[in-house]
């Protein structure tokens, strides 16, 4: 595995104490480690948790990499609903 933005993301969300299930920051997490989500490999490496947590990363999976689209979205009509996640989970300023 390597430092990226997934591991960077993660470890915002933790140091601002953000209120993202466990479940949701394993996804922040892991999305981007295919090996493990999606060949299993580094399964001897894991433990209790990672295996409860695994299906919760493959489900994330379906709606990132392969779900870009060439059309931009209407970000003020996105903003709204965005926001109302961002203030319900990270309220205030985070410190980056």
């Known amino acids: 595995m390597s430092w990226g933005h997934d ?4 470890r915002v969300m933790k140091h601002n104490e953000c209120s993202i299930p466990e479940e949701g920051l394993y ?3 892991f999305h981007s480690f ?8 580094y399964m001897h490496l894991c433990n209790e ?4 947590m695994l299906p919760w990363v493959q489900e994330f999976n379906k ?3 392969y779900t870009k689209t ?3 979205p209407d970000v003020e009509a996105l903003k709204p609903y965005y926001q109302s996640l961002i203030d319900k989970y990270c309220p205030g300023i985070l410190k980056w």
């Open 7 to 10: 591991e960077y993301l993660y």
């Open 27 to 29: 996804m922040i997490r």
């Open 34 to 41: 295919y090996p493990w989500h999606s060949h299993s490999d």
């Open 49 to 52: 948790k990672d295996l409860s």
């Open 63 to 65: 709606f990132d990499l």
């Open 70 to 72: 060439t059309e931009l």
